[in-house]
């Protein structure tokens, strides 16, 4: 099964989201999957095929990982693409990831490599994709994002840590998640053998 690590959205973040995307698909003529407001969030790790009796030891690495992070606000302010405007393939929102964020995907990185999962290339940009664009970019897009940044920063209140299940479908990916781990979720000490 396809799997990543996540930060989800609230409602309206994602209703917020999907106005300013729906904006941009109407004032660009060009081939692309637009993501479903639903399936808005902040990847901070994709894991691409894993075998689903994997999903206990990515369950402890989580929990192992979240218990470190205090949750944080992640601003969502400016509009990009990957690898570059002149060659989007990918279309998104995002914004400059705090330290903590940073701190996050770093931990989850080194805890993945007790698993052999391969260290990534790039750090992780904090952002939500919008698209992923197929063939050529409409040659108006550079104008557009900047005509359709959003007035107000976006804030998402990250506080949790998804492991997601994604499922191809002909209508596009479905996600399901897997285990949800709050950040600085602690476990209380046990003192029940205190002296």
């Given at each position: ?12 973040i ?15 003529a060009?081939r ?34 979240a ?8 601003a ?71 005509e ?6 976006l804030?998402?209140?990250?506080d ?31 003192d029940?053998?205190?002296?």
């Amino acid at each position: 099964m396809r799997a990543f690590f996540c930060i989800p959205l609230e409602p309206d973040i994602a209703s917020s989201i999907g106005r300013i995307a729906r904006g941009i698909r109407d004032a660009t003529a060009m081939r692309a999957s637009w993501v479903r407001d639903e399936n808005y969030h902040v990847t901070l790790r994709f894991l691409g095929e894993i075998e689903p009796e994997l999903t206990l030891d990515l369950e402890r690495i989580a929990h192992k990982v979240a218990e470190r992070i205090e949750p944080f606000v992640l601003a969502l302010d400016r509009l990009g693409c990957f690898p570059s405007i002149k060659r989007a393939r990918v279309l998104w929102l995002g914004g400059d990831a705090s330290p903590v964020f940073h701190g996050l995907t770093a931990s989850l990185r080194h805890e993945l490599r007790s698993l052999a999962f391969p260290p990534e290339a790039k750090s992780t940009v904090a952002h939500v994709t919008l698209a992923r664009i197929k063939g050529k970019a409409d040659p108006r897009l550079p104008q557009v994002l900047e005509e359709s940044r959003p007035n107000d920063r976006l804030e998402v209140r990250a506080d949790r840590l998804v492991l997601m299940e994604s499922v191809l479908t002909p209508r596009g990916a479905v996600y399901s998640p897997l285990l949800t781990t709050r950040l600085a979720a602690r476990c209380p000490k046990d003192d029940s053998h205190a002296d």
